[in-house]
Structure formats: structure tokens, C-alpha cells
């Protein structure tokens, strides 16, 4: 038996949704967005407003944005 490598060339690597939420917030320092507003604007990377809320809240656990919203039973705001 002979190992053949499966590829010479290197792997391309295309960012996460995290990375590519963060690099967006990094980008826009001083400004405070939606979650709806940040998911439109990177609708064409494929992140809907869930990916959004989903690691904001992360974020926030790690003090490194602020996310202002709440949660009820009956609705939640961001």
C-alpha cells in the first residue's frame, strides 16, 4: 500500500460567521447598529439576524461589545 496526498495546493480558508460579525463591528467602532441593520448589511456573506444575536450575545459574555436589548416572555428586543 502507497499514501497519496490528496492535494499540493493549499487550502483556502473563508472566515466564519463569528469572524465575519466581529470584523464588521470592528470596522464600525463608533457606531451603534440593530441586529437587523448589522444582518442586512452582511446579508451578500450569508448571516441572518439570528447569527447576529446569537454572537453578540458571546461577545457580550466576553465584555468585548455591548449589547442592549430584552427578553420577555411574550417579545424580545436588540
Known amino acids: 500500500m502507497r499514501f497519496f496526498s490528496y492535494s ?12 465575519i460579525v466581529l470584523k ?14 448589522i444582518a442586512e ?12 444575536a ?3 450575545r458571546r461577545y457580550e459574555k ?3 461589545v455591548y449589547f442592549r436589548g430584552y427578553r420577555s416572555a411574550e417579545h424580545e428586543t436588540q
Do not use: H
Not at 448589511?41 to 447576529?52: M, N, T
Open 24 to 37: 464588521f463591528l470592528r470596522e464600525n467602532p463608533d457606531k451603534a447598529f440593530y441586529t437587523s441593520e
Open 62 to 64: 466576553k465584555g468585548q
Open 41 to 52: 448589511r452582511l446579508k451578500e456573506s450569508g448571516i441572518r439576524i439570528f447569527d447576529v
Open 8 to 19: 499540493k495546493t493549499p487550502k483556502t480558508v473563508k472566515p466564519n460567521k463569528a469572524q
Open 54 to 56: 446569537v454572537n453578540l
